[in-house]
Nanobody, 123 residues
């Protein structure tokens, strides 16, 4: 599976961005698509995830209400609203097969990763 993330950029605090992730390479039945982010000097952390079949979602508690994950037939989106400077990071999309809902936050289940897209939020 190949993943292409896009949509990052520079935005002022309070603004919005929508990231896109387009998985290709094989059918995604049974796969979960996740977004993670990594700020400079920090660990990579979970943002949100969606199951390709059925659409079940999971969010980092701290981001609920501001970030929304969704998908159409070919692309997974991460809508980010009311952005804050602390949201500045490289955002990665990733996918793995057979990830149960309670483990969507864990990096270990995601075996394929995209190249990342940089989001910079200015104050």
């Amino acid at each position: 599976v190949q993943l292409q993330a896009s949509g990052g950029g520079l935005v002022q605090a309070g603004g919005s961005l929508r990231l896109s992730c387009a998985p290709t390479g094989q059918t995604l039945i049974g796969y979960t698509i996740g977004w993670f982010r990594q700020a400079p000097g920090e660990e990579r952390e979970f943002v949100a995830a969606i199951r390709w079949s059925g659409g079940a979602t999971s969010y980092a508690d701290s981001l609920k209400g501001r970030f929304t994950i969704s998908r159409d037939t070919k692309t997974v989106y991460l809508q980010m609203n009311n952005l804050k400077p602390e949201d500045t990071a490289v955002y990665y999309c990733a996918t793995g097969r057979g990830i149960i809902l309670s483990n969507m936050h864990s990096k270990t289940g995601y075996h394929y990763w995209g190249q990342g897209t940089l989001v910079t939020v200015s104050s």
